[in-house]
């Protein structure tokens, strides 16, 4: 019995030393990411949102949420910039500029035509805030539509 085990320890590791490396991925880089790094720490405003929206299950091909945002600091935070991340995602008009103390709404639409099951998407939103740039994730469940 040792000997087998000896046999398998030695053959396993053989097999394992002989292995080709992965090759490494570089993930690119953020590119509006470092638009927004050009700005003093000391200049940025401070942004309220929340991050994470749970829509549970979804019978319709199509999800709206409004996203508030606000401006909690004492610098006007400027150039906000939604990025989606995928084509499905769409944005409509907001603010570009918040004054300290002011509210807006971001409404976004996401088209689940295509979808089924559980889902997640992402939005981007960047602006002269710490820490430059704030991601939304919507996830939720695209059952089958009713039948009628």
Known sequence: MRIYLLLFITIATVLSCNKTPKPVIHLSEDQEMK????????????????SFYDVDTIRSSVVKIDVPVYNSGTKTIND???????????????????????????????????????????????????????????????????KK
């Open 35 to 50: 638009k927004y790094e050009k700005y003093d720490k000391s200049q940025l405003g401070k942004i309220q949102l929340n």
């Open 80 to 146: 906000l910039f939604l990025k989606t991340t995928c084509d499905c995602t769409g944005v409509h008009d907001y603010k570009k500029t918040l004054l300290p103390g002011q509210k807006d709404t971001l409404k976004l639409s996401i088209d689940l035509s295509k979808e089924r099951g559980y889902f997640s998407k992402k939005v981007i939103l960047y602006g002269t805030f710490y820490p430059y740039k704030r991601v939304i994730e919507v996830i939720g469940y695209r059952s089958k539509p009713m």
